[in-house]
């Protein structure tokens, strides 16, 4: 599994508007609606689904990083779109600092261990801080794609 099996590259966003969780959230989503990838007309419903799940456990995970994620029957298979921010979003992060770069998954109801590889398969290039600075860093989707797909090609980026 790679990130190009499941990222929407269409739905790369180098610079969020937003300045907070719920805007950051919104955003992602409908650069997935925008990309034909959520189902028409479920735009505002996964919006809702995703901010509910945040608040009932923060996915700020520290060092920068947000992974909001919700299992939804919208979704056939999985799809992810990625933000960045350059000011820093309060996502309540474990270590309570700013949130700069945000990876939202959608997966389907029917496929948990699918969910599950694709979570480890995102932890697990999080944990690397060349990856996270280089995410970070990025400032067009295309240097996002870039990266993405050096890290499916080098698992240790």
Known sequence: M????????KAL?????????DGAI?????????????????????????IKREKEA???????????HVKHGAVKDIVAS????SAGIDFAALDKQPV???????SPLDNPDKH?????????????EKFRKFLRQSQTAEQI????????????L
């Open 2 to 9: 790679g990130f190009t099996d499941f990222v929407c590259f």
């Open 13 to 21: 966003i180098p610079e969020l508007k937003a300045t907070d969780r």
């Open 26 to 50: 919104e955003e992602l989503v409908s650069a997935l609606d925008k990309a034909g990838r959520i189902g028409k007309g479920n735009c505002e419903e996964i919006t809702k689904a995703v």
């Open 58 to 68: 923060s996915t700020g995970m520290g060092k920068g990083i947000a992974v909001p």
């Open 82 to 85: 990625i933000g960045v921010s």
């Open 100 to 106: 700069y770069s945000v990876i939202l998954l959608i």
């Open 116 to 128: 599950l590889q694709t979570m480890e398969h995102v932890f697990k290039h999080l944990q690397q």
């Open 145 to 156: 794609e870039f990266l993405l797909r050096e890290a499916d090609e080098n698992p240790q």
